[in-house]
């Protein structure tokens, strides 16, 4: 038969038993039924991947199609200097990329290495833009081949500002190219008809032969297209074109995240 003293130890082991498991729930329960978030490194809350898809901004990878880069070239400026461009395809109608670095690369003839360029950009939804290195001195030397790569193959892609996308483009009118067999110049007027006002614009022209091959490209930049305004715009090179300008396109790229109501 138990003693009064064992009951006694028993009745307190119980107390401090039932203290010690009143303190862990109190402590673990709310990591136990902590909802899901876009954060955990779980699949759950209706999400397609390991926190992305679903209700995620991330999306999945499987989600997604990759970036196709249509071409790339370096064009005479003047004297030995180049101009480095790249022309991308979006194919994702919502999704966008944030910042991705990539890498310019330039040979000769030879295949001798010449130099290289780097940098980033952020990515537009659903279509064409253009990436532009200005200024590469080369010297003496002439480039005879160029590459191009993203150095993220496996880049962030996030969906695009749903209150914004569709809402927000800017286009030109009034493209006219004049005194190719001098110093070709080309003017246009940039339009933005929306109610949103946005920073950091690039604008980019290019120029076609017959044969849809590019003949020269430029690129200007804006910190700021006010809502509902026009723009001038102007691009010059300083030698003549060797060849007659049949197409012209002008693109403008810059992040959704920099369109706002002002």
Known sequence: MMTWAGKRQMIIAGIVIAGIAVIGFVIFY????????CSDAKQNGGEAGIDCGGPCNNFCPAQVQPLVVKWYRAFPVVGSTYSLTAYIENPNTNAVIKN?????????????????REGSTSVTPNGPFTIF???LNLGNRIPARVTFKFMNENPLWVKADASK????NLTTKDIEVTDTDSTPRV????????TYGIRDV??????????????AV???YFSNVAKLSQYPL????PKPFDRTVVRKEILSKFDLGNASLY
Do not use: C, H, Q
């Open 187 to 194: 003017t246009a007027t940039l339009i933005n008809n929306t």
């Open 165 to 168: 996308l569709g809402k927000i």
């Open 234 to 237: 102007i691009f010059t090179w």
């Open 30 to 37: 709310p990591t136990l039924t902590k909802a899901p978030t």
């Open 100 to 116: 991705i670095p990539y890498e310019f690369r330039v040979y000769d003839k030879d295949n001798k290495f010449l130099a290289v």
């Open 202 to 215: 690039d604008v980019t022209v290019m120029l076609y032969d017959s044969d849809d091959n590019v003949i």
């Open 133 to 135: 290195e200005p200024g």
């Open 218 to 220: 430029s690129k200007t």
